[in-house]
Every structure is written in structure tokens, then in C-alpha cells.
């Protein structure tokens, strides 16, 4: 992959110990690249799987292939971070949860952007209904949109909110992300003047230079 690899790749406590592509050789040339020495090339994902020492598997598949492998790698025991969109429909997507659920692991869903065209209220009443933990969104007036259509688990704004605003998002009691020392101050000082606690998220660049603070 063009985009993740090279970036994990630049993250100190970050190590690619094993690559699958149903093409060997490309899973071949991304571990070469990219891998610890000696990183792992598999075929099939399901052996893959086996492998007791990976704590994390990155889904980065056709969309088609997205819920059969996080539940698979869910039921193994990984943490899954898995490319948008989640699923193609809302039966798989209902698998996945369901397989976070009985693994214990947590479950965050990206409606950014209208849910992608599906509408983010009708897929984020859906998703809390059946487990989702938590929501995230490009911007204030999505998240906004989200409470005012009856969503109650936390939303996180994954892109920039000016810090004037900070009085809305403690209103309604709405996630930040902050990407450096400068706005999180700032977003302090404009919440003690309005005499609110607002929560946030520290955003951390872990390699692909868009925003937020290095992880090194």
C-alpha cells in the first residue's frame, strides 16, 4: 500500500512482522520494504492469523473483503484497524460489531462525509443500536447533526474545530481532536472563559505528515 505502510514504516514502537497479498510477490516486495528483518509473507490470511506474535492487523483489502477478515482476526485475537468503509452493507457491518463484542475489543465508526452517502444519522442510530462505542467525523456540524439526530455514545471531530467553538463542543458534549500544544492551550483558555470542561483527543502523527503531533 501506497499510503500506510510507508507511514507505520516512520513510527519508532511500530513493527510490520508479517504481510499477506494473495499475489506473493507483492506481499513479497512490501516486506522487503517495509518489514522488520525476517517480517513473515503469507498467501492466505488465515495463517496469517496463526501467528501468535501480531498484536495488530491492518485490513487494507477490497472493501468486498473487509468483514470477513476483521472477524476472522477479531476471533484470533488481534485488534483490527480496518480501512474505510467498514463494511459494503449493514449485515456485515453487524458481524464485525458482533465479533468485537464477543472478543472484548471496542469499536470506533467513521461516518465522516454524510456516512459516505448513506446518511449518518440513519447508520449512526443503527450502529449504537447494535454496539458501536464510539463515533468519529470530520467536523462540527457533522457531529452536531449526529446529537441532534439522537446519537448518545461519544463522537470524536477527527478535523479541525475553531477554538472559539469550545463552549458548542462541551455543549454537547463532543470529542476534539487537538493537533498541537498551540490549539490545545488555546481551546483551554477559550473553556475557562465560558466556565466548561471540554474533552479531547491528542491527535498523533504516527507517519503520515498530515496533522498532529510526531509520535517520536
Known amino acids: 500500500n501506497g499510503k500506510h505502510m510507508p507511514a507505520l514504516k516512520k513510527v519508532a514502537n511500530v513493527e510490520m512482522v508479517a504481510f499477506c497479498d494473495i499475489?506473493?510477490?507483492?506481499?513479497?516486495?512490501?516486506?522487503?520494504?517495509?518489514?522488520?528483518?525476517?517480517?513473515?509473507?503469507?498467501?492466505?490470511y488465515?495463517?496469517?492469523?496463526?501467528d501468535k506474535s501480531i498484536d495488530v492487523v491492518h485490513v487494507l483489502t477490497p472493501n468486498r473483503d473487509h468483514s470477513y477478515i476483521t472477524v476472522d482476526a477479531l476471533e484470533a485475537?488481534?485488534?483490527?484497524?480496518?480501512?474505510?468503509?467498514?463494511?459494503?452493507?449493514?449485515a456485515e457491518a453487524q458481524k464485525m460489531i458482533d465479533a468485537a463484542k464477543r472478543t472484548g475489543k471496542k469499536v470506533l465508526c467513521v461516518i465522516k462525509a454524510n456516512a459516505y452517502g448513506h446518511g449518518a444519522v440513519h447508520c449512526g442510530l443503527f450502529l449504537e443500536k447494535q454496539g458501536a462505542?464510539?463515533?468519529?467525523?470530520?467536523?462540527?456540524?457533522?457531529?452536531i447533526e449526529l446529537r441532534e439526530g439522537g446519537i448518545t455514545k461519544p463522537i470524536l471531530i477527527l478535523g479541525y474545530t475553531p477554538e472559539k467553538y469550545a463552549e458548542?463542543?462541551?455543549?454537547?458534549?463532543?470529542?476534539?481532536?487537538?493537533?498541537?500544544?498551540?490549539t490545545a492551550?488555546?481551546?483551554g483558555r477559550y473553556a475557562t472563559e465560558a466556565g466548561v470542561n471540554l474533552n479531547v483527543h491528542v491527535k498523533i502523527d504516527t507517519g503520515m505528515s498530515r496533522?498532529?503531533?510526531f509520535a517520536q
Open 23 to 44: 499475489i506473493e510477490e507483492r506481499a513479497q516486495k512490501a516486506a522487503k520494504e517495509y518489514g522488520v528483518p525476517g517480517a513473515k509473507v503469507y498467501t492466505d
Open 46 to 50: 488465515r495463517e496469517l492469523l496463526q
Open 77 to 90: 485475537g488481534k485488534h483490527v484497524m480496518c480501512e474505510k468503509p467498514m463494511a459494503i452493507n449493514t
Open 133 to 143: 462505542d464510539f463515533f468519529a467525523v470530520a467536523c462540527l456540524s457533522e457531529a
Open 168 to 182: 458548542t463542543l462541551a455543549k454537547y458534549d463532543i470529542t476534539q481532536a487537538v493537533q498541537d500544544e498551540r
Open 185 to 187: 492551550l488555546e481551546f
Open 211 to 213: 496533522t498532529g503531533i
